[in-house]
């Protein structure tokens, strides 16, 4: 029986908590393809694979392929000489396991460590992998090789490192680095390295464009491609010395912000051949390039978002979504263009469509969003849940997302705000929210809702919001600000900038001196600090082992909120870290968000 009978629970709601992006970290190679995919029981990601038309879980279900590197990890597994080597659980050992057998064996583990962005080095029958030991604060990171007895420290010297890549004749490494204090999109350099046959480096070269790179990749014919966004959009450049030379038509973005390790949204099989993403109004679009990066045409037309890209015997790997399909693994025959879907997560027939609208701003800017509407009923207008991503470099997609379709169906309309400061909108606008998180993305709140009154969409007096991580920064500061919202949603959301400074895990450590400033700035920007500006009730929604936002900020921020005669109610989920992942409590948040936007005025008849 599972958790919807046990609980008695509708099919709507089960089918709401169902991840939309479960499937994840695509590689392929001639053994066929390999991708993570959610267990829609129990929340565990479990590594898959294609080969012979048919697809099977490799790993048993009791473990969750998982890197935890930089608290986000990538890169979970990697295909070595017939087997796949994976990380798995809390404990990030490496695990080896053969394609032909049932049961994976302990390959590799040292004691408070984590690996991510595997990458295979068959010639030398070794691993690289980005390491990270000691404590989420307080960690250390470099770059090794690992086989069967031996672990070799190639770099050590940057605070952070990623992305690893290497030829397919073994003779060049190349990786990006990055220091305190930026982030990987905005000061990142590119290092490129020659092997000896025994892989140790001869010798390095540092190529830094000015801005942030991402995602080497060697085509296969050696030439080194990366995406640079020192132009003011993410976009491919091949790199000879110390020369870059641009392979993109288009001023957009060509790669989401690299929040991830071992994410791959651009390939070039060959000198003639490039396969690589365009963004278009927050939707990606999946281009066939020639070497000189010219386009010759669209490929999986009905995608809008690209969560990974592989290519492997003369075939293009995808996992994507679109407005009307959940994640789905397809292939693309290179030679045809025939299309073929291999693995996909369910989806309706009654997707709602996402209509893309735009909010003036003052200075000529302006604010972005998809919209989905209910069904017209009696002229009376719907109620309103705006949705605002994490990051706050993350970003929304027009994509089906079985949570917007529930709520659509319970008669609200919805929107996914796409605020400043949101990837896929070139560096410009993703810089835009510098010095200014807690300002300018509440103001884009208030001007979006404002726009969809003004084109009479929505019912002025059921506005609700809600938004997860950073989102829920500006849930609390938009109600702090303004008296449009009847009530807000924070799930594991930031409530003290300050003491989040202090205590967040390393690699967001001092994320927030380019996104607040001074000690002054965080103060008055916390929501903490704010509490008289309060009226709206909130719930809260927390994961108990969360690392990045840490509980004591949602319990101590409701508290303080009650005692000020202020709603607020907090959903705990003791085995939950930075995001309800588990299916029974993901229906369980739902159930109850809706609830609650229902009793402060949001109910439908």
């Not at 993570?36 to 129990?42: S, V």
């Not at 640079?228 to 450049?237: A, F, L, N």
């Not at 010219?294 to 003369?314: F, K, M, P, Q």
């Amino acid at each position: 029986m599972n958790d919807c009978e046990l609980q008695d629970l509708d099919d709507d709601l089960c089918q709401a908590a169902l991840p939309a992006d479960g499937l994840s970290d695509l590689r392929a190679n001639e053994a066929g393809a390999f991708w993570l995919a959610a267990d829609p029981t129990t929340g565990r990601r479990r590594l898959w694979h294609w080969v012979n038309d048919r697809a099977r879980p490799l790993t048993p279900p009791e473990l969750d392929v998982t890197s935890r590197v930089n608290g986000y990890g990538g890169g979970a597994h990697a295909y070595l000489d017939g087997t796949v080597i994976f990380v798995a659980d809390d404990t990030q050992r490496l695990y080896r396991q053969s394609l032909t057998e049932e049961e994976p064996r302990l390959w590799w583990s040292l004691p408070d460590t984590r690996y991510g962005g595997l990458t295979a080095d068959p010639r030398r029958q070794r691993l690289l992998a980005v390491e990270e030991q000691g404590s989420a604060r307080k960690a250390t990171q470099r770059l090794v090789a690992l086989s069967d007895n031996e672990r070799t420290v190639l770099s050590e010297r940057a605070d952070f490192h990623g992305a690893p890549a290497l030829s397919a004749n073994g003779k060049r490494l190349a990786w990006v680095e990055w220091a305190f204090p930026h982030m990987p999109w905005q000061r990142a350099h590119l290092v490129i390295a020659d092997l000896d046959p025994d892989g140790h480096i001869l010798h390095q070269h540092v190529w830094d464009g000015g801005g942030a790179v991402t995602q080497p990749c060697f085509s296969g014919d050696g030439n080194l491609v990366v995406i640079s966004d020192h132009c003011g959009w993410w976009q491919p450049y091949l790199i000879e010395g110390d020369n870059a030379y641009p392979l993109g038509e288009h001023p957009a973005d060509h790669v989401p912000t690299p929040w991830q390790l071992g994410e791959c949204h651009h390939l070039w099989p060959d000198r003639h051949t490039g396969l690589l993403l365009r963004f278009h109004e927050g939707a990606a679009q999946t281009v066939q390039v020639d070497g000189l990066g010219h386009e010759h045409h669209r490929l999986l037309s009905d995608a809008t978002r690209v969560i990974g890209l592989a290519t492997a015997e003369g075939w293009l790997y995808a996992i994507t979504q679109g407005p009307s399909h959940a994640a789905r693994l397809a292939r693309v025959s290179l030679s045809t263009g025939h299309q073929q879907t291999l693995h996909a997560l369910p989806t309706p027939d009654d997707a709602p469509p996402p209509t893309y609208i735009s909010a003036p701003l003052p200075g000529d800017e302006h604010v972005t969003a998809f919209v989905y509407l209910p069904g017209a009923t009696d002229d009376v207008l719907p109620p309103l849940i705006m949705r605002v991503h994490g990051g706050p470099t993350a970003a929304c997609y027009p994509v089906f997302d079985p949570l917007i379709r529930w709520w659509v169906r319970q008669g609200y309309a919805v929107v996914d705000l796409n605020p400043r400061g949101s990837g896929n909108f070139g560096r410009a606008f993703r810089e835009r929210l510098a010095g200014q998180w807690g300002r300018l993305d509440v103001e884009d709140a208030i001007a979006m809702a404002d726009e969809l009154v003004a084109r009479r969409l929505v019912d002025p007096g059921r506005l609700f919001l809600r938004g997860q991580s950073a989102g829920g920064f500006t849930v609390l500061n938009t109600l702090a600000s303004t008296r449009r919202f009847c009530a807000g949603a924070s799930l594991y959301g930031v409530t003290d900038a300050q003491r989040l400074a202090s205590m967040t895990h390393r690699f967001e450590s001092k994320y927030l001196d380019w996104l607040l400033g001074d000690d002054r700035v965080r103060q008055e920007a916390s929501p903490i600090n704010r509490l008289n500006d309060f009226s709206a009730p909130i719930i809260f929604f927390q994961g108990g082992l969360d690392a990045v936002v840490l509980p004591d900020q949602t319990l101590s921020m409701a508290r303080a909120l009650r005692q000020r005669q202020i709603k607020a109610e907090v959903v705990l989920f003791p085995d939950e870290g930075h995001g309800i992942r588990h299916p029974s409590n993901r229906q369980r948040l739902i159930a109850r968000e809706l609830a609650f936007f229902a009793a402060q005025g949001g109910k439908v008849s």
